[in-house]
């Protein structure tokens, strides 16, 4: 009997501690019970950005799209909400996916960590300085140049 004390202290413990280490927050990305938040890579989100096709219809420094809004670093909100800009991303959703679909042929498909990574690229004006018609794949530049040449119209560049 003397020693259910410490059986109980003993039983708490093993019980107890793995818990609270389980709900500690003290792992990077680790916001809460059962939540993490993915690793913002700018550097990703540059390559991500030009790969998947957000440049066909943004634009960032000058480069890119002319059918959507500029992504340029200095238009976004300081400090950023990641939510909050996916929170955006859902309003315009019906109108993404149209012109998607238009402009190439199906909807984008992102994960979790794409968007994070993108969202990241796209509040980084130093990343942003990196970015160039170099990081388009053939098919995206091909698509932009086309845009571009559809919007001067058939005069802009006379026959010789």
Known sequence: ??????????????????????????????????????????????KLFASKGCAVCHSVNGI???DAPPLDAEYMDIPM???EFAARMWRGA??????????????????????????????????????????????IADLISGAHAEAEGPDAHPAD
């Open 64 to 66: 890119g799209g002319e």
């Open 94 to 139: 019906e109108a993404m996916v149209y012109m998607q679909r238009e402009e190439l042929g199906d909807v984008i498909d992102l994960n979790g960590n794409e968007l994070a990574a993108i969202i990241a690229f796209v509040h980084d004006a130093d990343e942003q300085a990196k970015y160039s018609e170099a990081d388009w794949p053939d098919e």
């Open 1 to 46: 009997m003397r020693y259910a004390p410490l059986a109980l202290a003993l039983s708490l413990t093993s019980f107890v501690l793995p818990t609270g280490l389980a709900l500690s927050s003290d792992t990077p990305g680790d916001v809460g019970p059962g939540l993490v938040l993915p690793q913002m890579d700018s550097e990703l989100g540059r």
């Open 81 to 83: 909400n990641p939510f």
